[in-house]
């Protein structure tokens, strides 16, 4: 009996010793780190976010949405070629990610609608604006479109979740749903497996195909694994054909591009997709893969901001105007904003009456952990 107990006191005292070093190994993010952020924050209800706003003002504006773990910076050659054809465009780091704000919330649905809506509002910006939604982004700027069709003219996925997602694994998902057991699974094992994702190897990538920025800085810093794991457990990310369902019913112009060689969002979604949203324009990149949007930015962006250009009724009868000056890197956006920190009246903060998700949240295996977008 005494063995016993021995064993299990000491299985206690590693399980323990391991969750405070994990933990207390990240370093806080605070006004220090937060100073070499490249752009500005704005002030949301408790907490704040990062943002970049750039290209010139009176220009048609294009909200870019990012995934699950990588922060905005993955849609820099996106933005550069938005901004070349004569939009604004707006990037953010979600709560959670990059340099914004790591609040102990449920990341939930709610959430992220919350939140996009939140930094519209800190930002003044009311008029419809064009969207763009990365893989995780897709059933966020969906969701948000259908609850704030007033605020969207136009729906621009790239390999957007929330149909069929690879990995599903219903026991190891269930371990991590389950409390302090999940969270010594998520702290331990989950977040070295997306900090080691092939997805993030470039080698053999020119520099300019590859992500402008390093996906593993975010990781130093405190509340950013509780953000993914909290995502992790109450985002739905597959069986989503209600909402996109829900979408093509509020008649906002859509368009897709897939990747038929994607481990993640697998190339069956785009069948359902069409069959969920009949009217969009639907794209399928041969040999595309999860990364296409910068990987393979000389065929998306043409696509992109083609199809933009295309909807004229949105800005009138001529396409934008000219293209506005390049980012010069130094931490200032093109208009010369110099990090304001923008107060906005409070309103509800999100959770307060949280909705049960109607579709199971993200599953993964123990391999396929990383791909969970």
């Not at 909200?63 to 054809?85: C, D, K, W």
């Not at 509780?226 to 995502?231: E, I, V």
């Not at 069959?275 to 992109?304: I, S, W």
Request: charged letters at 25%; a negative charge; glycine letters at 10%.
């Amino acid at each position: 009996m005494k063995w016993v107990l021995w064993c299990l006191g000491v299985l206690v005292f590693a399980f323990g010793a391991s969750w405070w070093w994990a933990g207390n190994s990240l370093k806080p993010l605070d006004e220090i780190e937060r100073a070499r952020a490249p752009g500005q924050f704005a002030q949301l209800p408790g907490a704040r976010i990062h943002y970049r706003l750039t290209g010139r003002e009176d220009a048609p504006l294009i909200v870019m949405v990012h995934g699950y773990s990588t922060p905005g910076f993955i849609f820099e050659q996106n933005a550069a070629a938005l901004r070349e054809a004569g939009f604004r465009v707006l990037q953010f780091d979600h709560l959670g990610r990059g340099w914004s704000d790591r609040p102990d919330s449920r990341y939930d649905a709610d959430f992220y609608d919350w939140e996009l809506l939140a930094l519209l509002d800190a930002l003044s910006i009311t008029e419809p604006a064009g969207f763009v939604g990365l893989s995780m982004g897709g059933p966020i700027v969906a969701e948000f479109a259908v609850r704030h069709p007033e605020r969207v003219a136009r729906v621009f996925l790239l390999v957007p979740a929330g149909l069929d997602i690879a990995g599903a694994d219903e026991t190891l998902a269930a371990l991590i749903r389950t409390p302090v057991i999940g969270d010594w699974i998520w702290r331990m094992v989950a977040l070295k497996t997306i900090a080691g994702d092939p997805q993030y190897d470039e080698t053999g990538l020119a520099p300019e195909d590859r992500l402008q920025g390093d996906v593993r800085e975010q990781m130093k810093y405190k509340g950013y694994g509780r953000a993914l794991l909290s995502t992790f457990r109450h985002f739905p990310m597959s069986a989503r054909e209600d909402t996109f369902r829900a979408l093509a019913a509020t008649g906002i112009p859509v368009a897709a591009v897939f990747g038929d060689q994607d481990p993640t969002v697998l190339v069956s979604s785009v069948e359902k997709f069409r069959a969920a949203v009949p009217q969009a324009a639907v794209h399928v990149l041969e040999g595309g893969d999860h990364g296409l949007n910068y990987k393979r930015h000389k065929d998306v962006n043409p696509v992109l901001t083609g199809w933009f250009e295309q909807q004229a009724g949105w800005f009138g009868d001529e396409a934008p105007a000219a293209a506005a000056p390049p980012d010069d890197g130094t931490g200032e956006d093109d208009m010369g904003f110099d990090q304001p920190l923008l107060e906005v009246t409070p309103q509800q903060s999100p959770n307060i009456h949280p909705r049960e998700p109607a579709v199971q949240p993200c599953r993964m295996s123990r391999i396929n952990i990383r791909r969970c977008l």
